[in-house]
């Protein structure tokens, strides 16, 4: 199974997107709510991220909620 981590906010459309998308699929997550968590907003600056969505599978980031680089990732 792999790991993925869904960096969040309270406020975003994109992330409620994923969100759903993972849960409709029975895709196991863990949230990192940045508006919660200053760890998470840590992770994403040292990574040079300024927004999210940015969804970790294994380690490898996606930017955004892009569904086809999601799925090509979990195939």
């Not at 029975?26 to 940045?34: A, C, D, R, S, V």
Request: charged share 25%; proline share 3%.
């Amino acid at each position: 199974m792999a790991d993925i981590k869904v960096y969040t906010s309270n406020t975003c459309v994109f992330c409620k997107a994923a969100k759903q998308y993972f849960n409709e699929n029975n895709i196991e997550f863990t949230e990192m709510n940045i508006d919660e968590n200053p760890d998470a907003v840590e992770y994403l600056v040292s990574k040079g991220y300024r927004g999210v969505p940015v969804i970790s599978i294994d380690g490898e980031d996606i930017v955004g909620f892009d569904k086809a680089a999601i799925e090509a990732k979990l195939a």
